[in-house]
DNA sequence: GGCTCGGGTTGGATTTTCAAACTTAAGGCG
DNA sequence: CGCCTTAAGTTTGAAAATCCAACCCGAGCC
């Protein structure tokens, strides 16, 4: 992928660039799960396989993803999650609490947290510790020569 | 896109379904930021304008955002954000807190929050309030008929 | 010898993506 | 009036990414 991304230059955009492309996250997802084989990823993802192999790759020269080999003859490796890949745990609980709510009927899967309940996530900020809203942030572009392009 | 999705029945997969497509959340977020007009989030995303119309209508049956119409003769729309749509700022704010620490060297931005402080985001568990820590969670799948593979 | 397992690679058809040019319908300017 | 601009796309034709099935290779098992 290209390392100079077009518009506004936005930690979003990079992070997308790194981990948005099919696939991507949910291999991390397989591999968040304790899924380490490049088989059950595949099965468990429906990922094709010369897809799922080229995103590892791609994961890995990125920092997401290390892969370890656990076998001399013939050659066989696993991949685990570098911190940067465990701290896309923080993005995967997002799109799972808001694809339980808007994109599917029922949750196909929950997860139990160790307080006792069923997770249910909300993003708050660490200085007040107040849930995040959207009226509460004031953007400051700190990129010179990018120079804000209609409102807002 | 095909609506019976290959591999773990996820939520996680089912979010990327509709809002995992190239430019598909730059828009989001750049109506996000209160930019509504289709020139204004081209530029501003960088999107090729055939992909991003195919985005925004596919966002829009989706239910993510609403076109409005502001004129006739000549007709002209604009984008804003359904609930849904608004939603997804969570994913957006951990896709950037994420991006600021692992996919740029330095924040092209910031967010002003409403207590004073820059904004550094937490995923948390909303019935006792903790960060959420991978090692704290169990996963339960409700889905008949779909046996794991692999460990985990 | 022939099976399976694991981690891929290869080939060829199908889809997506892209950038640039074009369209349509006003509105403003001189 | 003629010409430029704004706005929201659509069209075009070529390049890139995706998909699926089949193949490969080295063990270990029966």
């Given at each position: 992928m290209?390392?100079?991304?077009?518009g506004r230059p936005c930690s979003v955009a990079a992070a997308l660039n790194l981990v948005?492309?099919?696939?991507a996250l949910l291999a991390v997802r397989e591999i968040s799960f304790g899924n380490k084989r490049f088989d059950?990823?595949?099965?468990?993802?429906?990922?094709?396989?010369d897809r799922l192999?080229?995103?590892?790759?791609?994961?890995?020269?990125a920092g997401v993803v290390a892969r370890r080999q656990y076998s001399d003859h013939p050659p066989r490796y696993e991949y685990e999650l570098t911190q940067a890949g465990d701290e896309l745990r923080a993005v995967l609980l997002a799109?799972?609490?808001?694809?339980?709510?808007?994109?599917?009927?029922?949750?196909?899967?929950v997860f139990g947290h160790s307080c006792g309940h069923d997770l249910d996530t909300a993003v708050i900020c660490r200085h007040c510790?107040?849930?995040?809203?959207?009226?509460?942030?004031?953007?400051?572009?700190?990129?010179?020569?990018?120079?804000?392009?209609?409102?807002?």
């Open positions: 290209r390392d100079d991304l077009p948005g492309e099919k696939w059950v990823i595949a099965r468990n993802t429906g990922a094709p396989r192999a080229a995103r590892l790759r791609a994961l890995e020269s799109l799972r609490t808001w694809g339980d709510k808007w994109a599917v009927d029922t949750p196909p899967s510790g107040e849930e995040v809203r959207s009226d509460e942030l004031k953007v400051r572009v700190l990129t010179p020569g990018w120079t804000r392009r209609g409102p807002a």
